[in-house]
């Protein structure tokens, strides 16, 4: 009884420190410190919550720019069911899953050049990735400006300013937000 009071006493305190202490604090910071981040990185609109900062969307038509393939399970982009293919790079069924985005992707975007973008055609590991370099979304470039009527010029400052650049050029390289470009292209059509 000696040896279980102090035990006992210790796996309480212990419990309530990294049970319920900590949880708190580390909470009430990020919410003081990080608020936005903290809360999913929503995006909102005048029209309500359009998505998160963090989560891809499937966009499909050809007005809009495409993000990443998503392999999660039953739905594009389903955050409760984040991963990857798992299929290996010398998986026939990954060849042939690739070989059948490059056509569809090139059939959908004849004035593009010929190489595709290996972004395009490949799943992120968690399968939810909603960036894409500027070359990828530059590669997209005439068939969303024909699909709006638009030049390719006056996208381009779009694209410009969806374009996140790492703090240090060794860090990363730059990224486009595709949810935010294709809401800045939905604005621009509203204010024509």
């Not at 319920?20 to 009430?28: D, F, R």
């Not at 470009?181 to 059509?189: I, P």
């Amino acid at each position: 009884m000696r040896l279980i009071r102090p035990a006992l006493s210790l796996l309480i305190l212990l419990t309530l420190i990294t049970g319920g202490l900590y949880p708190l604090l580390t909470t009430a910071l990020g919410q003081w410190w990080f608020h936005n981040n903290a809360n999913g990185s929503l995006i909102q609109s005048a029209d309500g919550l359009r998505g998160s900062r963090l989560i891809g969307q499937d966009f499909t038509r050809a007005d809009y720019f495409h993000g990443r393939p998503s392999v999660t399970a039953d739905a594009p982009y389903n955050p409760s069911a984040s991963g990857g293919s798992n299929l290996a790079v010398s998986n026939p069924a990954q060849d042939n899953a690739i070989r059948e985005r490059v056509q569809a992707l090139r059939a959908a975007n004849p004035d593009a050049v010929p190489a595709v973008p290996v972004e395009l055609v490949t799943a992120s590991g968690s399968g939810l990735d909603n960036h894409l370099t500027p070359q990828a979304v530059l590669w997209q470039l005439p068939r969303v400006a024909k699909a709006r009527d638009l030049s390719a010029e006056q996208i381009a400052p779009l694209i410009a300013r969806a374009t996140q650049k790492p703090l240090f050029s060794f860090l990363g390289q730059p990224v486009v937000n595709i949810v935010e470009l294709n809401m800045s292209l939905d604005d621009l059509k509203e204010n024509k």
